[in-house]
């Protein structure tokens, strides 16, 4: 790895851990002025919704620490690693420092978020919706910069002579993450059913049996419309599926790489959107946004191959 970029990111990872270390040297210190019981969690209008002893305040720091730890891991992996990957050696180096700093600003997201959690909690006031949303937008900004990157550094150094074994595991892998995820949603739903709606003051409230609360229209509605974007997400799923056996099968290799990159995104897109929904939060327009940018690429990266 470049000297400049492993700087860089030794830099960045310090100031990611001393982040961490201030939130819970921020919340150690107001300790003793909290009451036995505080707020811990909030709910979609930024809100403490979850009230428990001033123990748990340290759940942001386990969350954050578990972050830091597994970024950790993924750091030594890709700098020790290959990346698998049919490209250059040169294209090799150049896609492990895009990734590494790419990972650096999410794992800076990470922490951002705990910090602005730690000090809801330490001083027991709503969370900083308006600063939280706009942290959001930068880091997809700056995932989506890196994303692209990435892609595109894969493309110039790409090794020509395997590529056609490459594009048969990609192929095979991305299907098996969509399905996976699409199948992990369908769990999630069926996990999170018997808790809606999940806030305890309406849960317990028999007008709201058998609602859930969708944030993103600000009501209570019959939580069966939750099945609705599971199966929109397996219809979507089975119909590229279609597409990209009859592009195997015709051997139209740009159409492949197409759906294989439409199956990918769409697993993640609709895996989140289902857990955004079970756990009752809004999608936000940036997240949306982001994968329209997503979305776009793979359909340019389709005529440029094409």
Known sequence: MNKAVLAIHRILYAINVLIWLG???????????????????????????????????????????????????????????????????????????????????????????????????????????????????????????????????CIIHRDKSAEKKDSTLLHRLARLIAWLLTFGGVWMLAESWVRHPADEKYYFDPDYYGLAYFANLDRFLDKRWLIIPQMITVVVLIVIEVISVRAMKSQKRALVKLTDDLKLFS????????????????????????????????????????
């Open 23 to 153: 939130s819970v040297g921020f919340f150690i210190s107001k300790w003793s002025s909290l009451p036995t019981d505080i707020g811990i969690h909030f709910g979609a209008d930024g809100d403490f919704d979850v009230v428990a002893a001033k123990v748990f305040g340290f759940y942001p720091h386990v969350i954050g620490l578990i972050v830091l730890a597994g970024m950790t891991v993924a750091f030594i992996v890709v700098r020790k690693r290959k990346t698998g990957l049919k490209i250059t050696d040169k294209g090799e180096a150049i896609f492990k420092s895009e990734l590494i700093i790419t990972l650096e600003f999410f794992l800076m997201y990470c922490m951002a978020l705990v910090a602005v959690w730690t000090r809801s909690v330490s001083l027991q006031v709503p969370i900083a919706q308006s600063f939280v949303g706009n942290i959001s937008l930068i880091i997809l900004a700056v995932l989506a910069v890196g994303i692209v990157s990435e892609v595109i550094t």
């Open 267 to 306: 697993g993640i897109f609709f895996f989140i959107c289902n857990m955004t929904l079970c756990v009752e939060q809004k999608i936000g327009v940036g997240f949306v946004a982001f994968f329209a940018i997503l979305y776009t690429i793979a359909f340019i990266l389709y005529f440029v191959r094409k």
